[in-house]
């Protein structure tokens, strides 16, 4: 059963493009958590939130945590080839256990 | 030095032989973890120890054993690989509140 849901799988845009990514739960998390991963690389941690309604920014990142805490989004503006990789979310439950989205492959095209 | 180092990197075997992944991480936190990754499937948790004593099963532990030799080392063994191990396999390590995990660049296991 995936708990955390993220949504597109996969997305291909132009340079210069917007766009957003989404994690959707039925469950409340303590933290939501946001990583990139690479090709051949592990995970790297993006950012965490932790207060429903939360926003942060990174840049031309943008996350947002919900009002109850059961989804989050990740928004970028003016897309650029470096942002190509597997976005991956994970939602933090009880003091260890993260339940993690199986990723949005995002491809920027030049 | 990378924060988590995982050895090896690639790693071909047959099955039935015992394989062992290490991992050793210079981040100071007592929280370490095993994970697999597949494609489609997302990350999954095989074993994870909140210090040198405390050591747990994840949700895919069978088939797996996990050693804490020391606060910063964890290594992973398959005792009689099979194919469908076949996976990336991460280490990670985490503060005690779990905000934020820094992981190894993976180990690309195959079993033939």
Known sequence: T????????????????????????????????????????????????????????????????????????????????????????????????????AGTKLIIKP | DADVTQTPRNRITKTGKRIMLECSQTKGHDRMYWYRQDPGLGLRLIYYSFDVKDINKGEISDGYSVSRQAQAKFSLSLESAIPNQTALYFCATSDFKGYGYTFGSGTRLTVV
Do not use: M
């Open chain 1, 2 to 101: 995936q708990l955390l849901e993220q949504s597109p799988q996969f997305l291909s845009i132009q340079e210069g493009e917007n766009l957003t990514v989404y994690c959707n739960s039925s469950s409340v998390f303590s933290s939501l958590q946001w990583y990139r991963q690479e090709p051949g690389e592990g995970p790297v941690l993006l950012v965490t939130v932790v207060t429903g309604g939360e926003v942060k920014k990174l840049k031309r990142l943008t996350f947002q945590f919900g009002d109850a805490r059961k989804d989050s989004s990740l928004h970028i503006t003016a897309a650029q080839p470096g942002d190509t990789g597997l976005y991956l979310c994970a939602g933090a439950r009880g003091n260890y256990q993260l339940i993690w989205g």
